[in-house]
Each structure stands twice: as structure tokens, then as C-alpha cells.
């Protein structure tokens, strides 16, 4: 397979204007009309016309209604003999697919009996031969036609312009989209759906029709997607100015689904899993996740639909920013300060413990990549998680109101095109030409261009009799794949100053703030800051918020990091403080391998004091006091040896049930809530809170033999009035291994037999299990036999498959080999029918350099025997040769 180039992008050869499109639709052959007007580029020198096509079946085509000669390099169409000149010429194209067949989930396939769509990246060359790359668009109009009775619903693209019956029992719909757009948000669904109507009208005073479809039965768990949806659109119009720009916004929900969700232009579709909601299936977190994704696709109908990307290259021009607009719609939801904080903490956790890894591994690559070879490998939570970063320090160094104007002069600039990321970060500089962003810009798109994490090492100096505090500052990043030199990153730090023996925070004198915070912003390899007038001697509060996606180095005393954990007014640090002294613990208990208690006398203590706050909400304490994860832990040291990480952590989570257990006795009866359900932030974290005290009170009444916690957790798990109370009390019970585990799954699973995304909890809840002398895979190995188990479902896969090998570091990373025999064998199965999901799975070994022996030697057989199989996709095979090299 060829790499692709960024720097080998040229424009298209022709324009295509108009396209017109008509399927008839059959699971078994489809038959595809496409009547496309096209002219050729004046700017690109005269050559032949390479349409992509991948299995499809050509039967005819006609240039300007006549007979044309073609011949096929590949996959390609190539026609040589097109018109001269300038001028538009009709191009038709006939050919036919097997959606029945389609077992990749891209182009057209069929789902429980309908018919779908997924057309990023290149899926579109699966429906017809086409320019497929984003940077040509088009204006579509598609007509559809399909039995009535087994698909009475047929859906498209904008609006629907006219429908009616045909002969056979069949019928047609007909819809023009009034926005030209790329092939990759082209979309139709076809099947027995029924739908959730809301009409709006939009702060301008226009009205729009919002729809979400789904299977018939699943009415009853649409109305939270809807009313994220119409929280999505007054959000954007009122906080960027972006109005609902078309007269109907559908959501169809579908349970085959390679991803999340896809923003097609005014036809979203979702994996069910973040659509269907009501309190008896689905938890806390699937509500705070479903408001996320609902938002982001729609978000999208701005950044990446109105304004897309020129290549694929530049992916995170629109996922960065539009997970960015997520995340502060989610923030912005919150009405409480403590509950912002919440999901920051959150978003930065996703961050450290999936895209440092990631910055870190054999695939690393920079936000805009330079290369690849296979573009569905490269949706990374670099190009979402770490680009949203990325747009957040530029609205933190242009200001909230400097950030909106950039945005605004971005759309009057690009509306319409398809843009770079060069683009989008020149627009908001030229908005804001005092920012230290424009004077730094240059400098600052190295974000962009380097991959790896940085390293900011601080040391701090006060001088008492001068009152005076310094802290010095440098910044390091070490080599990636293809990037042994790195130059400095522009990273913007918040900082802020607690008084050591008060706690106060100190006011900052001498930095040109006003008040409490600071903005440093370092752009040198090593620099220095000074505060004067320092009345006493200060913890420093460095990277306040997470201001920047680095890795902070501080060499703090456990004193001090108790004292940010007591009294830091960032919420962030004070979790942060939390954090680093539970990570201190485990990595010198890994040191000495020593087998005795491993957290001190100190930090126990302060964990009780947060337990028993007055004022702290619930979600916070939760963060506070979940630990840090085995998967994070290990990020930290050199040589990895899984099940040692895994025993200490369990120690660690043992010893915290034990000697707080009073405490979490009383958290538990203080958190009880008999009122109506709602899945807002505080109700949330106060189940959150409960849920983790029943772990934990399970967790020390296996040690102790106590039968009364798991008792009253059985009970509750069967008195539960939600899904969340329900799912917490069968995860305390499997959690702790206690006995009562298996007929409490025995009875969720009759419970919800039917429910496929419940199930799915179920299936992850035991192949995620702490793992108990190598019992998670005997037991994932009988989960592979239930009936209920379908590898061809991406979401079964996930729950059972994913859980496991990338959820589960103590479970998967066995001395005898066993975990990484499974994993290849699953690789190289999934890999047969579903290259992309296939290549997600391969990405669980990554990290398998830094593994100590036996584990080491293993995990390279494994994927060496995965880069042996002769037929691989290039996807699975640019990700292990990737971490082979
Ligand atoms: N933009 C969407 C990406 C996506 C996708 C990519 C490859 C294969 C299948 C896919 N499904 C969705 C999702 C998003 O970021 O909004
Ligand atoms: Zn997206």
C-alpha cells in the first residue's frame, strides 16, 4: 500500500456542479442512476477524469447522452475522451451494489431489515464512481425508490420536494438539498422507522422541523436526544451567531454503526447508543453522552458542513473544533461553576489517558498528519481530542469574546469552501491582531505540526527577605515516528499562588494581573517569572484548567500537594493535587515491590476530609476520590509490568474501602435521592458518589466476610428506579467478586433480554471484571458463545471484545499469552468483514514496547502473527506494522 502525502495535494482536475441521483433500493442489488453535470478545472492543466469507485458493478455510461469509451486502473474509472474547454458536460453513470452484502458498514449496507448510509471518508465510491475527496461539492438532488411496505420511510438529504406510488407496491420520495456539500455528507435511510416531531422557530424567527427516527418500539427513548437537539440549536445561535440553516434537521437512529455518530448535512445518523435513553435503560453517563454527540454532529452543520476540509489531512480543521464547541456546550449546560469543572476534569482524563498514549506510540502523528495510508485510521483522539485542545488555547489566548469574533470573521471569510487549518488559525489571529495568538502565530501552529506531548518542567525559588517568588520554566518534547527535533510549543500556563501555611490564595503582584491568575505565556525553551510581593511562601498553582495539553513536571513535597488538594480555588489543581499523590504512592509501591498498605496515613486522611466536606458537590468528591486508572498508572513508568500494576491498584482501592468505611457508610445514607429521576449534573454525581461508596463497601465486605453491604446492594440492584442505581449495584457486586454477582446478572440478563444497548452493559460489565487469578478470559471466551453474542455488530464487539482487551489491563496482559492469542485471533476475524473496526482492536497493543518480560516477547509474536496473514486490509496492516517498526 502507498502512503499518502499531505504535501502531494493538488486540486481537482474537474469541478463537479450538479449531481442527481436515483437508487433502486433492493438489499439484495441496488440499482444507482447518477447524472452528474461537470466541467473541468481551468487552473489544472487538461487530463483524463479518475473517478474512485470500490465494489461496484458498472453497467453503462454516457457523456452528454452518448456512448463513451473508459477504461478501469484499478478501482478507478478513467475517461479520456471528455469534451474540451470549459464548458459544463453531462456525465451518467449506471451501476449496482450489494447492500445485503456490505459487511463494512461504509457506502450502502443494510441494517435490522433498512437501509443506510456511511460516506466518510471514502465511502461515497462504494454508492457510485465519483470525485470522492471533500474539497468537490456539489449540489444533490436524489430520488428514491423502494417496496412500500417494507420500506414505507425514504429519507435523504434536505428537502423533500415530492412523493408518491409507483407499480409493485413500490414508492418514491424525491429530495433536493439546498446546500452544495461534499460526497462525505451525503446520506439516505430507507426502512420502518417511526419518528419524533418537534417544531421550533429560531431566535431569527424561522421555523424548523426536527425529527428523530427510530425502530418502532423505541418512541419511548427519543425525547432526551430531542431535547438536546433543540438545546444544540439555541446554543449556537446564541453563543456563535449560527443559525439552523435549513428547513428540516432529521436523526435516524441505526444499531449497526462503524463510529459514534455522522453529521450527513440535515440527515444525522447515530449508533443507537447515543439516541435511545429513558431512565430504565440508560445510565447517567449515557444521558451526559448522548447530549455531547447530539450536539457535536449538529455543530458540525457549521464547522465541517458549511465550511469543510480541502483534504483529509486537515480532519481536525473540523473535528477539533467541533468536539471544542461540544465540550463548552456541555460546559455551558451546567448551571452551577462546580459542575463546569466537572466536565473539564473529565475531558481532560479522556485526554491523558487515550491521547497521551497515543502522542506517545507508534502512531503518533501531529494534528494535521503528513501522511497515511489508510484515512480511517486517523479518526484519533489526536485529531478530536488533542485538536480541541489545541482550538481551546486559542480562545484562552484571544479571550471568550476575541474567540466568537474570530469564529465570525472565519464563516465571512470560508462560508461554503473547503478550507485548511491554516485557514481557520489565520482567521482567528487576524481577528484579534493585539492577541499574543497573532504575534505568536507561526510558533503557534507548531501545534499542529508536531506530534508528542510536551514536558513543562518547573522549579520555584522564594526569597522571603525580598518577598519575591520565581518560578523558572522549560519546555522539553520527545522524538515521535518521523520527528526526532522539536522546537518549542507557544503554551499558554494559568497560574495562580496558595499560600503554603494559610491556603489562601495569594494576590499576584509584579506580572501585570490584576487579581489572583495569572497568563504566562512560554515560548522559550527556558524561561523565568517573578512575583513580588509575596507576602509568605506559596504552593505554586501551575496549568490551571488543564490550560495547555502538556505534561507538568513540579517536584512538590506531599505538604504541598495537600495543600492544593485542600484549599486551591481550580478545581482542576485541587483534583489534580488529589491525583498526583495517589500516582506518587502507586509508582513507589511498584518501586519496592513491596506487598504492605500503599497509601499513607496523610492521604487517607485527606481523602476523609473531602468525603466529608461540607460543601463540595458530589461529582467532585467522586473524581477526587477515584484513583487514578491502570492504563495511566503505567504511562508513568518505563518498564510495565501489568499485573503488578494491577494488584497494587487493587490494594489501593482495598485499602480505601477499609479504612474509610464508616465514611462511606454515612455517603451512601447521604445520598439517597427518592425524587423523580433526572439525569442533570448534580443528581448525577450524587448517584455517581453513592454507586462508588456500595463498590467500596462491597469491596471491604469480601475481604471482611461480611454478608450485609452485598446484601443490601443485591437489594437495591433489585429495587433500583433507574438504570444508573441499578447498573452501580451489579457493578459493586461483580466489582468485589462477591458471590451474589452471578445471580444478579443472571437476572439483569432476563430483565433485559430485549434491550440491545443493555446488553451491551451487561456483555462489558464481566469482560471489563477486575480480573482474579486469570478469570476474565475463560469468562470473555463463553460471552464469544452466548447467543446474544454477534461479532458483526460493532457495538457487541465493542462491549465484549474492546472491553476486554483494551479495557482491562489486569485480565489481558496474562504471563502465559493467553489475552494476546485472543486478540489476534479476534483481529484477524473482525479484520475478514470489518477492516476499521479490526484496526480500532489492533490499536490496543500499541503501547507493547514498554512491556517488561514475559509480556514483552509475547505481544510482538502476537503481532508479528497478525502482520503474517497474506490478506490483511491496509487498515489492520498500517496499524501493527506501525508497532512492529
Ligand atoms: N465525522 C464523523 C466520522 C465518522 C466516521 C469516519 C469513518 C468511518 C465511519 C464514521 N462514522 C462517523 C463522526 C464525527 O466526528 O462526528
Ligand atoms: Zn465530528
Known amino acids: 500500500p502507498v502512503a499518502i502525502q499531505r504535501e502531494a495535494y493538488s486540486a481537482p482536475a474537474f469541478w463537479i456542479d450538479t449531481v442527481d441521483l436515483c437508487f433502486d433500493l433492493d438489499p439484495a442489488k441496488t440499482r444507482v442512476l447518477n447524472k452528474m453535470t461537470l466541467r473541468r478545472n481551468p487552473d489544472v492543466p487538461a487530463q483524463a477524469l479518475r473517478l474512485d469507485g470500490e465494489e461496484l458493478n458498472l453497467a453503462r455510461v454516457l457523456v452528454n447522452g452518448a456512448g463513451t469509451s473508459f477504461k478501469m486502473d484499478g478501482d478507478k474509472l478513467v475517461l479520456e475522451n471528455l469534451p474540451e474547454g470549459t464548458e459544463p458536460f453531462a456525465l451518467e453513470i449506471f451501476t449496482t451494489c ?147 440553516d435549513l428547513e428540516r434537521f432529521m436523526i435516524v437512529a441505526t444499531s449497526d454503526f462503524n463510529m459514534g455518530a455522522m453529521e450527513n448535512k440535515g440527515l444525522n445518523i447515530f449508533n443507537t447508543k447515543y439516541v435511545l435513553a429513558n431512565q430504565a435503560t440508560a445510565t447517567d453517563v449515557d444521558y451526559s453522552n448522548i447530549e455531547s454527540v447530539v450536539g457535536h454532529e449538529y455543530f458540525h452543520n457549521w464547522t465541517g458542513n458549511r465550511i469543510t476540509c480541502r483534504d483529509w489531512f486537515q480532519l481536525s480543521l473540523k473535528e477539533g473544533l467541533t468536539v471544542f464547541r461540544d465540550q463548552e456546550f456541555s460546559q455551558d449546560l451546567c448551571a452551577e461553576a462546580s459542575a463546569r469543572a466537572v466536565k473539564r476534569i473529565e475531558d481532560v482524563r479522556v485526554l491523558r489517558t487515550a491521547q497521551f498514549p497515543e502522542d ?101 525559588e522564594y526569597n522571603a527577605d525580598a518577598q519575591t517568588y520565581t518560578l523558572h520554566l522549560s519546555q522539553s518534547c520527545a522524538a515521535t515516528p518521523g ?112 506487598n504492605g498498605p500503599v497509601l499513607n496515613a496523610a492521604y487517607v486522611e485527606a481523602m476523609r476530609a473531602v468525603l466529608r466536606h ?52 454515612q455517603t451512601f445514607a447521604d445520598h439517597q435521592d427518592n425524587g423523580a429521576y433526572s439525569p442533570d449534573p448534580l443528581s448525577s454525581g450524587r448517584r455517581a458518589l453513592a454507586g462508588m461508596a456500595l463498590n467500596f463497601l462491597c469491596l471491604a465486605a469480601v475481604a471482611s466476610g461480611d454478608a450485609l453491604w452485598p446484601g443490601k446492594t443485591l437489594q437495591r440492584f433489585k429495587d433500583a428506579g433507574n438504570m444508573t442505581d441499578r447498573f452501580n449495584a451489579l457493578q459493586a457486586l461483580v466489582g468485589s467478586g462477591h458471590e451474589l454477582a452471578a445471580p444478579a446478572l443472571a437476572r439483569f440478563h432476563s ?69 494476546y492469542v485472543f486478540w489476534s485471533e479476534r483481529v484477524m476475524e473482525l479484520d475478514s468483514f470489518n477492516p476499521q473496526v479490526a484496526a480500532r482492536l489492533a490499536r490496543a497493543m500499541d503501547r507493547w514496547k514498554r512491556l517488561a518480560e514475559p509480556y514483552r516477547s509475547a505481544a510482538c509474536e502476537a503481532l508479528k502473527r497478525v502482520a503474517a496473514k497474506p490478506d490483511l486490509s491496509n487498515d489492520v496492516r498500517e496499524v501493527v506494522e506501525r508497532a512492529l517498526a
Open 614 to 665: 461540607p460543601t463540595l458537590d458530589a461529582a467532585f468528591k467522586e473524581l477526587v476520590l477515584t484513583l487514578p486508572s491502570e492504563t495511566y498508572i503505567a504511562e508513568q513508568i518505563t518498564l510495565v509490568e501489568p499485573q503488578r500494576i494491577h494488584t497494587v491498584r487493587e490494594s489501593m482501592r482495598l485499602q480505601l474501602a477499609s479504612e474509610l468505611h464508616a465514611d462511606w457508610e
Open 751 to 819: 430483565l433485559f433480554k430485549d434491550e440491545a444497548l443493555v446488553l451491551d452493559k451487561w456483555f462489558a460489565l464481566q469482560a471489563g471484571a477486575p480480573d482474579r487469578g486469570g478469570n476474565v478470559l475463560p469468562a470473555v471466551r463463553q460471552l464469544l458463545a452466548h447467543p446474544d453474542f454477534n461479532l458483526r455488530n460493532p457495538n457487541r464487539a465493542r462491549s465484549v471484545i474492546f472491553s476486554y482487551c483494551s479495557g482491562n489491563p489486569g485480565g489481558f496482559h496474562r504471563a502465559d499469552a493467553a489475552g
Open 360 to 460: 506517545a506510540g507508534p502512531m503518533a502523528h501531529p494534528v494535521r498528519p503528513d501522511s497515511y495510508i489508510e484515512i480511517n485510521n486517523f479518526y484519533t483522539v489526536t485529531i478530536y481530542e488533542k485538536g480541541a485542545e489545541v482550538v481551546r488555547m486559542m480562545q484562552t489566548l484571544t479571550g471568550r469574546a476575541g474567540f466568537a469574533r474570530g469564529m465570525k470573521l472565519y464563516f465571512a471569510r470560508f462560508d461554503g469552501q473547503a478550507v485548511t487549518c491554516d485557514d481557520f488559525a489565520q482567521s482567528i489571529a487576524d481577528a484579534n491582531p493585539e492577541s499574543p495568538l497573532a504575534t505568536l502565530l507561526p510558533q503557534f501552529k507548531r501545534w499542529y505540526s508536531q506530534a508528542g506531548t510536551p514536558r513543562v518542567a518547573a522549579r520555584g
Open 98 to 244: 450489494l447492500p445485503s452484502k456490505n459487511t463494512k458498514l461504509m457506502g450502502l449496507y443494510v441494517s435490522n431489515d433498512s437501509f443506510f448510509t456511511q460516506c466518510e471518508a471514502e465511502g461515497f465510491r462504494r454508492i457510485t464512481y465519483f470525485l470522492d475527496r471533500p474539497d468537490v461539492m456539489a449540489s444533490y438532488t436524489v430520488t428514491l425508490r423502494a417496496d412500500k411496505a417494507k420500506f414505507p420511510v425514504l429519507l435523504s438529504n434536505g428537502n423533500l420536494v415530492e412523493q408518491g406510488e409507483l407499480e409493485d407496491g413500490r414508492h418514491f420520495a424525491k429530495w433536493v438539498d439546498p446546500h452544495k456539500k461534499p460526497c462525505y455528507l451525503f446520506a439516505l435511510v430507507a426502512g420502518q422507522l417511526v419518528c419524533r416531531e418537534q417544531r421550533i422557530t429560531s431566535r431569527a424567527g424561522h421555523d424548523h422541523l426536527l425529527q428523530v427516527y427510530v425502530r418502532p418500539g423505541d418512541m419511548d427513548k427519543t425525547e432526551h436526544a430531542m431535547n438536546s437537539l433543540m438545546a444544540s440549536v439555541a446554543w449556537d445561535e446564541a453563543r456563535f451567531g449560527l443559525p439552523l
Open 483 to 594: 520527528q526526532s527535533e522539536k522546537q518549542p510549543f507557544v503554551i499558554p500556563l494559568s497560574l495562580g499562588l496558595v499560600g503554603a501555611a494559610s491556603g489562601a490564595a495569594l494576590p499576584l503582584h509584579g506580572t501585570g494581573s490584576a487579581g489572583e491568575n495569572h497568563l504566562f505565556v512560554l515560548t522559550e525553551q527556558s524561561q523565568s517569572i517573578t512575583f513580588d510581593n509575596v507576602a509568605e511562601e506559596p504552593v505554586p498553582s501551575i496549568l490551571r484548567g488543564f490550560s495547555a495539553p502538556v505534561v507538568l513536571d513540579f517536584d512538590y513535597s506531599d505538604a504541598q500537594l495537600l495543600t492544593l488538594l485542600a484549599h486551591d480555588t481550580d478545581a482542576f489543581n485541587r483534583w489534580e493535587a488529589g491525583q498526583r499523590l495517589a500516582l506518587r504512592s502507586a509508582t513507589a509501591a511498584l518501586a519496592s515491590g513491596t
